[in-house]
């Protein structure tokens, strides 16, 4: 295992690479959720780094992707790094590669300790059309008690067909993934059937779906149940170039006078529009429609959640605009913080878009 020492004397930093094993009984992983290296076109994937210590310390996290390019690349919207955890919303061939994540923690002398986990490789590859989860409505984001449907595919083999999968987001805990079943909260199984649950949303029901069977598994959605007074409804999947799409601003209670649409932070359109449903529609999308969209009231008092907008240029083929970087080398990371070894050209770190 890697570990980076830095230490502060009389302003002077000094830092000493080594590799050598901790005094301390101590892990650090990365898990790919949903499991496995292959990651499909459009989908949502989760990456967390976990840390097996013997020690109370507080730990911060970077995160590390090899990259074809030698400079840090532009920070990217889709992905999203929140403590131990990065997510990469609608997965595009740009994101395959080999990740690891930087464990990071302070001694009371002041000086840093950093250990590096084993790299976690993704490989990107389109869906198969017998391997799509259906969720009714197409949203990602609802409000508690609103009702929605999660559908694993038919299977196509005399196999006893698909599971539903759910891994749920615990703050400080690790998550276990769990099957879908009568028990689950909000949940219930559709006629006895274990590929199908109706759900009436609430805090438990935010997470990462997916569906496993004997023919692999389906793509991914992460969904968020939101206890706040407004949320904006955007696909829950990558819509096409050509497609009529409208965004849904939702108000937990009362009418408003007018109601703000934002694009990356951008004020893109206004309704004057008095109801609890407020719709914006962008006719004949294009990939410059791609983006994080939110809506507010008039007084800005109540802000909805950011909602990611997926937009792909061939339906059936989430392609990326740099074809390239699933075949080059060398290693360059994603995350908060610095340069992390002295051959600054191959490791770096980038300030991520979002937090």
């Excluded at 976990?50 to 590390?64: A, K």
């Excluded at 391997?131 to 609802?142: D, N």
Aim: with cysteine; aromatic share 10%; hydrophobic share 35%.
């Amino acid at each position: 295992m890697n570990i980076l020492l830095t230490s502060s004397l009389l302003g002077v930093a000094a830092v000493v690479l080594q590799a050598a094993t901790a005094a301390e009984t101590l892990k650090v992983s990365v898990s790919v959720w949903p499991p496995g290296s292959n990651v499909y076109l459009g989908e949502c994937v989760l990456l967390q780094c976990s840390v097996e210590s013997n020690s109370s310390f507080v730990w911060s996290y970077g995160w590390l992707k090899r990259s074809p390019h030698s400079a840090p690349p532009t920070p990217n919207p889709r992905h999203l790094v929140f403590g131990d955890s990065y997510s990469i919303t609608a997965v595009t061939r740009e994101d395959t590669g080999s990740y690891q994540c930087q464990a990071r923690r302070w001694d009371s002398n002041s000086s840093s300790v950093e250990f590096l986990s084993q790299t976690a490789t993704l490989s990107v590859s389109e869906l198969p059309s017998a391997s799509l989860l259906t969720l009714t409505p197409s949203t990602r984001q609802f409000f508690r008690e609103e009702r929605f449907t999660v559908q694993c595919p038919v299977s196509q083999t005399n196999s006893s067909g698909w599971r539903l999968k759910h891994f749920p987001p615990i703050s400080g805990v690790r998550p276990r993934v769990s099957n879908t079943d009568p028990y689950s909260p909000g949940a219930a199984v559709s006629a006895g059937r274990s590929d199908r649950c109706e759900f009436t949303a609430d805090s438990g029901n935010s997470g990462l779906y997916w569906c496993q069977g004997a023919e692999g598994r389906s793509n991914a959605v992460y969904i968020t149940v939101s206890y706040g007074a407004i949320i904006l409804k955007t696909p829950a999947f990558p819509v096409f170039e050509g497609d009529k799409v409208v965004l849904v601003c939702q108000y937990w209670v009362g009418n408003h006078s007018k109601t703000t649409f934002f694009k990356n932070g951008a004020e893109n359109f206004t309704s004057p529009g008095s109801d609890r449903v407020i719709k914006m529609t962008l006719e004949n999308v294009t990939q410059e429609d791609e983006g994080f969209y939110k809506c507010a009231s008039q007084d800005r008092k109540m802000e909805s959640p950011e909602a990611w907008l997926s937009v792909s240029p061939h339906r059936g083929n989430f392609t990326s605009t740099d074809e390239r970087a699933a075949s080059n080398s060398g290693f360059v990371p994603v995350g908060v913080g610095r340069f992390l070894k002295s051959d600054y050209k191959r490791w770096s770190f980038l300030q991520p878009s979002r937090t």
